[in-house]
């Protein structure tokens, strides 16, 4: 199906896209037009995805990315809810001159975000294999796996940022060929030597010049620019605050457009807030959609220093995990506990979806998750596999199934209710 032939049944296509267009306390904002009532669920959610693809890079701290929360704000008070912005600083990285040159051949790529940099001349030597000796390493990182969380960035990307290399590039390890960014676990505490992320379809070339040890040059050049990033917090105020609240989180920053990964969860998130609000829950019910996910989860920590007490004082976060209803992939949840696995998988049988895969209670949290549940909270996730997951493929239609995702945005939000009530599991 062609990205911009499709329409959706009501006739309108992209109505809901953002286009940054005046400011507001700094902040760049889009202006939207809002049809609710009478639509459907799918038409809601294609809507949110169409109008998110079309904004743009969600890097953190980026105009995109703020302009992304302000949309993001307008959504949910569209819903009737009061949503605010809550600010957190950061020095972003803006990429200038980053490519590997052989002979006269240049291959331009993205550094990696948390290892070293290189001035504008970069890094020569020899082209070799990691531990050849040569001054430049290369390397190929693992393709991303639903059940293993941050596989790419181990194994030889991890043995790089310890070895003597002057330098290294990455092959980024895909499904299909193309450029699969890693996330910047440690942006915050960056180490190693400067690393250069490239499209795996240069593996067969990129492995010939290594056995030869081609002379090369390595540039990561980037400026930083001090920013400010922005997480989306939302409350529904239950009827007996007394309760432990629920809270919903999803992350909503990305390296690309990234329909499926990140647009996925937004769905779900705002569709949660529709009908828990609608629901009159007992509990107070907290949502939060975090910036910052791709470099070192940045968002998380302001939110909860804001919220002294909240990781073990709720009474469950419900943390909406990548590509959600992708299409043709397995899903795989992962509960602190049986009951959440239990009410997890309940949930999802009422609208005909199966648990594809079920992580171990004590195997460690994806993304966010893993911070509630260092914390010692009580948390349940849900993620689907991708086959173009951090890639620029992560678009609007084609890498998503509005009817599948439809399904589990249902699930979720009417299962919430269930949490929600006072005698909540």
């Keep these: 199906m062609k990205r911009r032939a499709f329409l959706l049944a009501s006739g309108q296509s992209l109505a809901f896209a953002l286009t940054p267009h005046a400011t507001r306390d700094g902040l760049p904002f889009g202006e939207q037009q809002t049809q609710v009532a009478a639509d459907t669920l799918e038409q809601r959610i294609a809507r949110v995805l169409q109008a998110y693809d079309a904004q743009g890079n969600h890097r ?12 993001l704000v307008n959504q949910v008070r569209q819903l009737g809810i009061k949503a605010e912005l809550e600010s957190f600083s950061l020095n972003r990285i803006d990429p200038q001159s980053c490519y590997l040159r052989i002979g006269g051949r240049r291959i331009d790529g993205v550094p990696l975000y948390d290892g070293g940099f290189t001035s504008a001349e970069g890094v020569s030597g020899r082209l070799g294999r990691l531990g050849s000796g040569a001054e430049i390493g290369l390397v190929e990182s693992e393709p991303s796996q639903l059940a293993e969380p941050g596989i790419e960035r181990r194994n030889e990307v ?5 070895s003597p290399h002057k330098a290294v590039v990455v092959l980024t390890g895909g499904a299909r060929p193309g450029l699969f960014l890693i996330n910047a676990s440690a942006f915050s505490r960056p180490f190693g030597p400067p690393m250069l992320q490239i499209s795996n379809a240069e ?5 010939a010049q290594a056995q030869t040890r081609a002379q090369a040059t390595l540039v990561t050049e980037v400026k930083r620019t001090a920013a400010q990033a922005y997480n989306v917090v939302v409350k529904v105020e239950g009827s007996n605050p007394t309760l432990a609240p629920l809270v919903v989180m999803a992350p909503r920053s990305a390296w690309w457009q990234s329909v499926s990964e990140q647009g996925s969860r937004l769905a779900c998130w705002l569709e949660a807030i529709r009908v828990l609000a609608a629901g009159h829950p007992a509990r107070d019910c907290f949502f939060a959609a975090l910036s910052g996910h791709e470099l070192g989860l940045l968002g998380i920590d302001p939110y909860i220093k804001r919220r002294p007490n909240l990781v073990k004082r709720a009474h469950a976060w419900i943390f909406f995990g990548s590509d959600i209803g992708a299409p043709r992939q397995p899903n795989l949840i992962h509960a602190s506990d049986d009951v959440l696995e239990r009410w997890t998988v309940a949930a999802m049988a009422k609208e005909g979806l199966t648990a594809n895969g079920k992580a171990r209670h004590d195997s460690t949290g994806r993304g966010e998750a893993a911070v509630i549940q260092q914390g010692g909270g009580r948390f349940v996730t849900i993620a689907c596999g991708s086959e173009v997951y951090h890639s620029v493929a992560d678009r609007w239609p084609e890498a998503v199934d509005v009817a599948t995702l439809a399904r589990y945005a249902k699930a979720f ?11 909540g599991l």
């Design 203 to 207: 593996t067969d070339w990129l492995k």
């Design 158 to 162: 991890a043995e790089a940022r310890r």
């Design 60 to 71: 953190t701290g980026t105009e995109v990315d703020n302009a992304s929360a302000q949309w």
């Design 413 to 423: 939000a009417n299962g919430a209710i269930q949490l929600a009530a006072a005698n």
